[in-house]
């Protein structure tokens, strides 16, 4: 096991989760991993699940328009709204499901992204907001902490094999 932090902390009261993930990787190869389509679709869904961006513009009012996509062919829809952007240190977006359509489910999370580098690892701190404790709630029933730990497990093993 690697001694890379990770942690994962979820605060009802304030309706937000808390993730922090360390990687041995550059700055630039970790933000492209969370900024270009090409590179979340290799990582960005819990396996067996695979991630399939149908648009993304990468700018403050942008959005991602992506979809979680089963072994079996099902579809969870998901649009990210970009909010804010400092390159290679933190971005921000609005997050909630949606219909094929693009037609937001309400109420969504706020998402919160911040980028740090410390002896020579990378250290992206995660703050999720949620709008409602029952959407919350339902999000972690439905095993978001298994899922999105999963997820940047599989960014862990990537980030070796991308190009610097």
């Given at each position: 096991?690697?001694?890379?932090l990770f942690e994962f902390t979820v605060d009802k009261t304030a309706k937000t989760v808390f993730v922090t993930r360390e990687f041995a990787s550059s700055l630039s190869l970790v933000?492209?991993?969370?900024?270009?389509?090409e590179?979340?679709?290799?990582?960005?869904?819990?396996k067996p699940f695979a991630?399939?961006?149908?648009?993304?513009?990468?700018?403050v009012g942008g959005r991602r328009f992506y979809a979680m996509?089963?072994?079996?062919?099902?579809?969870?829809?998901?649009?990210?709204?970009?909010?804010?952007?400092?390159p290679k240190r933190?971005?921000?977006?609005?997050?909630?499901?949606a219909d094929k359509d693009e037609n937001p489910q309400l109420p969504?999370?706020?998402?919160?992204?911040?980028f740090s580098e410390q002896d020579g690892k990378i250290k992206v701190s995660i703050i999720i907001y949620n709008d409602s404790l029952e959407r919350m709630e339902k999000m972690i029933e439905m095993g978001f902490k298994e899922g999105f730990t999963m997820t940047l497990n599989e960014l862990e093993k990537l980030l070796p094999h991308l190009k610097k």
């Open positions: 096991m690697n001694n890379l933000w492209d991993a969370f900024t270009k389509k590179i979340l679709d290799q990582w960005w869904a819990p991630s399939k961006t149908k648009s993304m513009d990468f700018k996509v089963s072994p079996e062919g099902n579809e969870i829809w998901a649009i990210q709204k970009y909010t804010s952007i400092t933190n971005f921000k977006f609005l997050n909630a499901f969504g999370s706020d998402w919160d992204f911040n």
